[in-house]
């Protein structure tokens, strides 16, 4: 069967410009398919942390004259206590509140005299509580008190995260259609620069699906091939930038966690796919154009 | 001696033209031909340059199909063919061109073997030995084309042609590269092939050639004049 087969791949001459053509576009298309990967799992990563670090939680802030200001602190943890859904409330103390604050005005911040409010931090329970109920519930008790749920924070990070993943798997079938359209037009060349090749194959009665499968053979292992090393080129690429503790920020997290390591290297098996699909459609098409 | 492998017998019709015609950009270069091609039949095809005789051969092997009329190779309406079915008739026809093509990388033996390749027909070495043999090309198995000479090439095309043991063989000016000598002794291959029982139309200008094969068997000369096909001098 193997000897069938390699003596059936023989039939096209084993080298050219076109085939060349088809390893190098797998093998860039696919390098850049891994860093659109990474961008998508990296957001999709992102969101949820975003997601998950607001999620359940709310701050509370009172802004009132330093005479009320513990007792409507009180007032808003009396309420707290009696409202569902809160599994905990504490208020900051000067010293967490001067931590918040360390990063904008440095550590030799004189808190007693800024006129700051007082944050209470507040821990949802899993059930969850009810917002508009405890925010007119606190207008009665503490009207200096303003219930932050951070949705407003939330929804927006959560919405360009999730556009940003969007937009990496975008780039992933956009690079997909590049590398199909590509391997068309070299697998069209080949057939063209085979014209004698075919020609001769019909003569002794070749059937087009012969043929074609002898092309087809051809350019999807050689796409596989240049894809493999694309992603293996990617994946080093993606794996020395620099970590994300290191400087915190977002692109520092671009890259694969866990088993997402393997992930690039489904892609040469897509770009097999593709180029198998792509000198399909293009040998049938232009072989039923010869006679 | 041919080996025996390569031998079968045709019961069927093998070509039959029934008025008609081929007509390209506008000219009509063939017309009103009606002709049977009988099984084990010996034909020699004449006529001038341009007066269609490879538009003729490329009927018989259905790379072209007639605008009129009807052919039928094998019992079969070449029109109603699918392209697969065309090319399972080629497998029952061998064709040798003047300027024979090989796939030139690929050595000769592969060359030769291409139609049981293209067929998924293993092809036996020694069966293959035997027919590189007969043709006297017995020591280029491993030649490549391009260093084969032209009397090689034809030799080397007749191989590959009769490889499968078509019902039909044609031949479109094989010795129009080939010296006196040569050619006979492409003749001699052909000439035994047909004792065989294989149907042999041989294009040609080569009026020696016809004489020389007429003298060894019952060869009819058909000749294409006017774009009409006609039985040449004393066959008329």
Redesign the interface.
Known sequence: MIS?RS??D??V??SGAPATLTSFTAGAMTFLAVFALALSLASGRLAERWASALDRTATIRISAPDDQIARQTKAVLDVLATTPGIESARAQSPDEQRKLLEPWFGPDLPLTDLPLPQLIEVIEAPEGYDSEGLKQRLAAEAPGAVLDDHTRWRKPMAEAASRLRLLGYLSILLIGAAMAAMITLAANAALSANA??I????????????IARAFVRRFTLRAAAGSAVGALAGTIGVALLPAQDAAGGFLTGLGFTGAGWLLPFTLPLLAGAVAFVATRVAAFTTL?RL? | MLPLVWVTWQACEVISFENAAYSYGGGELLSDISLRLAPGSFHFLTGPSGSGKSTFLKLCYAELAPTAGRLTLFDRDVRSLTRDEVALTRRRIGVVHQDCQFLDHLPLAANVALPLTVAGRPSVAADLSDLLGWVGLGQLAEAKPPSLSGGERQRAALARAIIMGPDVILADEPTGNLDWEMSLRLLTLLVELNRMGKTILVATHDLNLIRQAKSQLAARVLRISKRRIQLAGADL
């Open positions: 069938a003596q059936n023989r039939v001459p084993p004698q090749v020609k001769v194959l019909r003569l002794v009665g070749a059937k087009d699906s012969y039923r006679t």
